[in-house]
């Protein structure tokens, strides 16, 4: 299906911000494709290397590929598989099949991805986790020695005196009301922990007890590493602007003339509230309205859900991605073929010279341009974590109902020896991937804590650990049916204190050294989801398109360097229209 690029502006639920200034990366763009005359005769890139085959790299290939038809690319996997992260294993077990998932496993607000779905055919081997379901609702935190369930709406009496007694949220029930009052950060600083802002406005409590948790989950990171300034964005921009956080929030929702009052009485805080946003992220957003026609059954079901996944696991979107760029015709991927060097061509910078190979027998090529996912060490940390998927035959092997837990820092060691971060229950959360029933869970282990580690546990090890895990927790000591143990050496960057000003120099050093002909992409720089490194694949390809790829100074890291201010924005207009909208 070709898409609409240029819708025109009077249709576009956003044509309001038309006529503000837009930020120069962006107006760039705009001026270009009118006034800008060609720095090289081709109409098209001839030859681009994508480096790296993972979901970045076979992203970014399936969506410039589409740009650029007459192209010829390739795409260099240094492994035996494209793919990455995204593994999913099925199993045989008494009377079926069970999936493991080794990485990622589940999808969520990932309309880029939804809409690539589309394309490529699969909607119907989606499987939903609805908003209802107890895997959406139920989310529970191991402190200090047993499970808590987190409120999702406001807590019973009785709720409340449990979470108070756990002492879970202590932190958090004397420090958020004082939170308005504490005063400005001093403008100097530039960037802080999460750990830091967190203990300064709100408490220390809050972040060690809850958030660590919630960054465990994600980052498999330590909020005392990890940028405020990144990875709490909105909070470190209301305060920066407002001097509060929360405070921020409510003169915000007065700003747009719909008080915060107004929008409690409606109940429709989810979808009215208003939040500051990076003028490229309004852009991408509207660039979703105009290009995405998502079918409305499909809609309504993306509607209804929390998370999505296929039945054959996340994988299915990897083999599908390479079927559909095998198709085009236009797309080479050589597996086994690391990449040894990248380097500008020449002096004037106008193509990038790609050796591959094994160091025994390299190969040497020139390309009009190069789209890498490799990592730049000096830009960020990685983590390891690894994954110890088990089944058991029996099913309801534990009480709970729901995602599954996360463990804070806090917890003390003698709970946590094994270092685990979270126990997902997979047969709770997910539905319609196994033939059999019983109980699936993953232990996930390591990430932050095994920071300079020379050596990880081993297969038997690491399932040892996590059935210790499980009997301590969990109170479960019967042996898995089934069990896979996976290790993903340096899986998840670290997006750490001082982030966004490594990241704009390998922004100038790039764009200087290469001239508009390396662009970047993949989870070092557009974030740790899945849906995270489609949509910027896919925000790249529609900055490469028409003369885009002649831009002299373009790096694809434009959206997270670019210094304009943010903006005041509805947050349904962050987002697919039909999804949020109706
Ligand atoms: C392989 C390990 C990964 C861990 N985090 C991520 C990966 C790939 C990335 C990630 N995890 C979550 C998000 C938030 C947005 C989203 O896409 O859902 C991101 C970017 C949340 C999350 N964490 C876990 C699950 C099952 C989910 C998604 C579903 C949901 O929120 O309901 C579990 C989990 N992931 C990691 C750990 C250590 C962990 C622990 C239980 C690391």
Not at 52 to 74: C, D, H, M, N, W
Request: proline share 5%; charged share 20%; glycine share 8%.
């Amino acid at each position: 299906m070709r898409l609409t690029r240029h819708v025109s502006l009077r249709e576009s639920p956003l044509r309001h911000y038309a006529t503000r200034p837009l930020p120069p990366a962006l107006a760039s763009r705009r001026i270009r494709s009118r006034y800008s005359h060609s720095i090289t005769s081709s109409a098209y890139p001839e030859r681009i290397a994508v480096l790296g085959g993972g979901v970045a790299g076979l992203s970014s290939a399936y969506f410039v590929s589409r740009e650029f038809p007459q192209s010829k690319i390739t795409v260099f996997e240094a492994g035996k598989d494209a793919g990455g992260w995204l593994k999913s294993k099925k199993v045989a077990v008494p009377g079926g099949e069970v999936l493991f998932e080794q990485g990622p496993r589940t999808l969520r607000n990932a309309t880029v991805t939804a809409h690539l779905c589309q394309e490529l055919g699969i909607v119907d081997d989606i499987t939903y986790t609805r908003r209802d379901a107890p895997a959406a609702q139920n989310r529970y935190i191991y402190y200090p020695d047993r499970l808590n369930q987190l409120p999702t709406k406001i807590p019973s009496p009785s709720e409340f005196l449990a979470l108070w007694r756990s002492g879970i949220l202590r932190g958090a029930i004397i420090g958020i009301p004082r939170e308005p009052f504490v005063r400005k950060r001093e403008d100097a600083i530039t960037d802080e922990t999460i750990g830091s802002f967190l203990t300064r406005r709100v408490h220390r409590r809050l972040a060690d007890n809850v958030v660590s948790a919630v960054f465990h989950g994600i980052y498999a990171g330590d909020i005392w590493r990890l940028s405020a300034k990144t990875l709490l964005p909105q909070a470190w921009h209301l305060e920066g602007r407002y001097g509060s956080a929360l405070g921020g929030f409510y003169t915000l929702q007065k700003e747009s003339g719909r008080p915060l009052e107004q929008q409690l009485d409606e109940k429709t805080m989810s979808v009215d509230q208003h939040v500051l946003a990076h003028p490229m992220a309004i852009e991408s957003a509207q660039a979703m309205n105009d290009e995405f026609d998502i079918e409305e059954d499909f809609v309504s079901k993306m509607q209804n859900a929390s998370t999505f996944t296929f039945k054959n696991g996340l994988q299915h979107l990897i083999t599908s991605l390479q079927k559909a760029v095998a198709k085009r015709g236009n797309v080479e991927i050589k597996v086994n073929c690391p990449v040894q060097s990248h380097a500008p061509v020449g002096n004037n910078g106008r193509g990038v010279v790609v050796t591959t190979g094994h160091p025994d027998s390299t190969t040497t090529q020139t390309f009009d341009l190069a789209i890498s996912t490799l990592r730049n060490p000096a830009l960020t940390p990685y983590v390891t974590v690894q994954t110890v998927n088990l089944y058991y035959s029996t099913p309801n092997l534990h009480p709970y109902q729901g995602f599954g837990y996360l463990i804070p820092q806090s917890v003390p060691f003698e709970q946590n020896p094994e270092r685990a971060l979270g126990v997902i229950f997979d047969s709770s959360a997910t539905s319609g991937q196994d033939s059999v029933d019983g109980t699936k869970l993953t232990v996930m282990l390591g990430g932050h804590w095994w920071d300079g580690w020379a050596n990880y546990p081993d297969e038997e090890e690491a399932l040892d650990m996590a059935k210790s895990v499980l009997a301590r927790h969990l109170n479960i000591s019967a042996e898995p049916t089934a069990s896979h143990v996976h290790l993903s050496r340096d899986c998840i960057p670290q997006y750490t204190l001082g982030y966004q000003d490594r990241l704009t120099s390998y922004h100038e050093q790039i764009s200087q050294d290469f001239k508009g002909r390396l662009r970047l992409v993949g989870n070092q720089v557009n974030g740790v989801g899945v849906n995270d490194v489609i949509q910027g694949s896919w925000n790249l390809a529609r900055d490469l398109s028409d003369d885009g790829w002649k831009d002299g100074g373009g790096t694809g890291l434009e959206r997270g360097t670019d210094t304009s201010p943010w903006e005041m924005v509805g947050i349904t207009q962050l987002e697919y229209a039909k999804i949020v909208g109706s």
